[in-house]
């Protein structure tokens, strides 16, 4: 994958977003987002390192009427530190605040509230104890890291839910350094791992993990398994030839070239496609040569004929 973004085409589809959001982790998101609106838990959401905005996109369309919704990352300001700015300048440098403000806007009405700068300024802007649904996804240098736990700690409600990307990829060892140590240290409870996200809580994760084993258990397309570290059971799950759980096309889509459309889509997009045997037949003719075409049409109104009842049409 590429880090640019394709500035040729508006992503139609939320796939058409550059950034690293597996599907599964689109449907763990969708999950813990639903079950939270069916339980009424309310609270802000927050997104710490949005990149071009494909699991900002998600978390958009969740939010629920009187939310906040806040996203914070550098995007092409000046880093903190020297070895932030290492880090910027390597991974991130095609990433500017009007691409992914272009990114969501495809998707969504208006904006989430827009942070640019250090992942420090996050407990400034974001009122205590807020927040329900926290993705960190910033540095992956293990103090700012830290710092971003320990901010995730003040601003989720009691029961809320933070994410923690990257936890255990060989590339970011002071994101693997600080997670457990807060597992270890700071009073976090895993609730489950996919491959490169921690999702957890600071109130009661049994509740939370009983239901996720029963709609994990559910599903053929999951390989799921439960194991014990430090006293704490860990839910372990792993995408099975998943597919992406649907989701609404942009204002771009126009349902050409853009596969069958499927999907919940816009007003532009066509709910009932045109079936693929009578798409074929359009093809065919087109690519016939004109007497035939003619000919063939021909033939089908005179069975069409044929077959019409004495006295009145069909």
């Not at 997104?47 to 629920?64: C, D, F, N, P, T």
Request: aromatic share 8%; charged share 25%; hydrophobic share 35%.
């Amino acid at each position: 994958m590429t880090a640019a973004q394709d500035t040729k085409r508006p992503p139609r589809r939320l796939d058409d977003v550059p950034g690293w959001f597996p599907v599964l982790d689109q449907m763990l998101f969708t999950w813990f987002l639903e079950r939270q609106k069916a339980a009424g838990i309310r609270g802000d959401l927050l997104e710490v390192g949005v990149y071009m905005g494909k699991s900002a996109i998600l978390l958009g369309h969740h939010r629920q009427p009187g939310e906040g919704y806040t996203v914070c990352d550098l995007f092409e300001g000046d880093a903190p530190d020297g070895a932030n700015r290492a880090e910027s300048t390597k991974s991130y440098s095609a990433l500017t605040q009007r691409a992914f403000e272009e990114n969501y806007l495809s998707f969504h009405d208006e904006l989430p509230r827009v942070l640019p700068g250090p992942s420090s300024r996050v407990p400034d802007e974001v009122e205590p104890r807020s927040c329900r649904f926290v993705h960190i996804d910033a540095s992956h240098l293990y103090e700012h890291v830290y710092g971003d736990i320990g901010a995730a700690h003040d601003l989720l409600r009691p029961d809320g839910v933070v994410v923690l990307d990257d936890f255990r990829s060989e590339h970011t060892p002071g994101v693997s350094i600080a997670t457990w140590e807060a597992v270890l240290n700071r009073g976090l409870r895993p609730i489950c791992l996919s491959t490169q996200k921690l999702y957890g809580t600071w109130g009661d994760s049994s509740a939370v993990q009983e239901e996720l084993l029963s709609m994990a258990r559910g599903r053929e397309d999951c390989h799921l398994s439960v194991q014990r570290a430090a006293g704490h059971p860990i839910v372990r799950l792993k995408s099975k030839n998943m597919e992406a759980p649907p989701f609404p096309f942009s204002r771009h889509h126009t349902g050409e070239a853009d596969g069958d459309g499927t999907g919940t889509g816009r007003a532009s997009v066509s709910r009932h496609p045109v079936p693929w045997r009578r798409r074929t037949k359009r093809i065919a003719a087109d690519l016939l040569p004109p007497v035939l075409t003619r000919a063939i049409r021909g033939a089908r109104a005179s069975r069409r004929a044929a077959d019409r009842p004495p006295g009145g049409s069909r």
